[in-house]
């Protein structure tokens, strides 16, 4: 039998999915419905109402109620072959974003989209967990599947060195473990378009905070590294201006060029307990499918220094070797500066 507390948001979470079928005589479908008395019904409409989940209009007979400024769906799903995210999103989900702007709404349902997309065809999970909510200036969505976990998997598949390799691969974008496909943008992209999107998986987490502009690691400190599964979270500022199409034209070369053709490599990244960028090997697992792109910025924000033989590698050999690529350095503080000048011929 289910707790108070649970059945009490089993109640609710009714009386938000019959509002729009029910608005005049709600209190009263949802004691039939549960089997409690008008009273309790009208205890748990009351309390949705203070909490702005629900809002109305006239008193007495003539009231009627309405879906409110703030709204809130989860639910769990079985990830079987009827499962899919399109439907989700439509029958579950989309209610959520009623009235917010186009462009917020159609950022939440590309990234909504392309997440639960890689639960069903990726995790290799029985179950996904989805949560979408929206407040008086958020949109928040947690997708949480139980799968093999995206970084042990990407480890697995791109035969990499460590889970920590696959943070640094996804932040470059065009990774995909199915290139039959997949085009192995969903992830970058989706985490472009939100204020915030985090990815926390068996004891890591890749972060892409917009404020910052940049990616970085830590360590999980919601999902034990012994714990199977992917948890994503993204949130939006529901008055954001972000535009789709301009986070994709801004990887692209111009106006009449479409193609993913540049990435941001974040070298902080490629530092795995606090240790120095200085060998060739170091470089070398930096400038891994570089190559699948035109132009290459490599972001040196919060590295104090590197080596001789790090920055030789990517800016004299391997740029003798790709005459046309672009590998721009930026954010160099002076030490960095004289090894990539250095290297450069300067």
């Not at 462009?103 to 290799?124: K, L, P, Q, R, W």
């Not at 948890?231 to 939006?236: L, N, Q």
């Not at 960028?277 to 930096?286: C, E, M």
Request: proline share 3%; aromatic share 10%; net charge negative.
């Amino acid at each position: 039998m289910a707790s108070n507390k649970t059945r009490g948001d089993l109640i609710r979470q009714q009386i938000l999915r019959d509002v729009k079928h029910h608005p005049r005589d709600l209190s009263k479908h949802i004691a039939s419905l549960f089997q409690i008395s008008p009273q309790a019904a009208s205890n748990h409409i009351r309390k949705l109402e203070q909490e702005n989940f629900l809002s109305s209009t006239g008193t007495g007979r003539g009231k009627a109620y309405f879906l409110g400024d703030k709204r809130a769906h989860k639910q769990l799903f079985k990830l079987d072959k009827d499962f899919t995210e399109d439907r989700a999103w439509r029958d579950h989900f989309a209610f959520i974003l009623d009235g917010i702007s186009e462009n917020v709404n159609e950022i939440c349902y590309y990234g909504f989209t392309e997440m639960v997309n890689n639960a069903i065809d990726h995790s290799e999970g029985n179950e996904v967990f989805i949560s979408v909510s929206r407040t008086e200036s958020h949109i928040t969505i947690i997708i949480i599947d139980d799968g093999e976990g995206i970084f042990k998997r990407i480890k697995r598949l791109c035969d990499l060195v460590d889970e920590r390799q696959s943070i640094l691969e996804l932040s470059k974008g065009k990774l995909t473990t199915d290139p039959e496909n997949h085009s192995g943008e969903g992830v970058f992209f989706t985490s472009r378009m939100f204020d915030n999107f985090d990815i926390d998986s068996m004891g890591l987490n890749f972060i892409h905070d917009d404020s910052d502009s940049f990616d970085i690691m830590l360590d999980s400190k919601i999902m034990p590294p012994h714990e199977k599964g992917t948890m994503v979270y993204m949130r939006v500022c529901r008055d954001s201006d972000r535009d789709m199409q301009k986070v994709f034209d801004s990887y692209t070369d111009g106006p009449d060029d479409f193609q993913f053709n540049k990435t941001i490599i974040p070298l902080k990244l490629a530092t795995y307990d606090n240790e120095k960028l200085i060998s060739r090997s170091q470089a070398k697992r930096v400038l891994a499918r570089v190559e699948r792109f035109t132009n290459v910025v490599f972001d040196f924000e919060d590295v104090p220094s590197v080596g001789q033989a790090f920055a030789d590698e990517i800016f004299r050999v391997y740029a003798n070797k790709n005459p046309n690529m672009n590998l721009i350095p930026v954010n160099m503080n002076e030490n960095v500066n004289k090894m990539v000048a250095r290297a450069l011929g300067h």
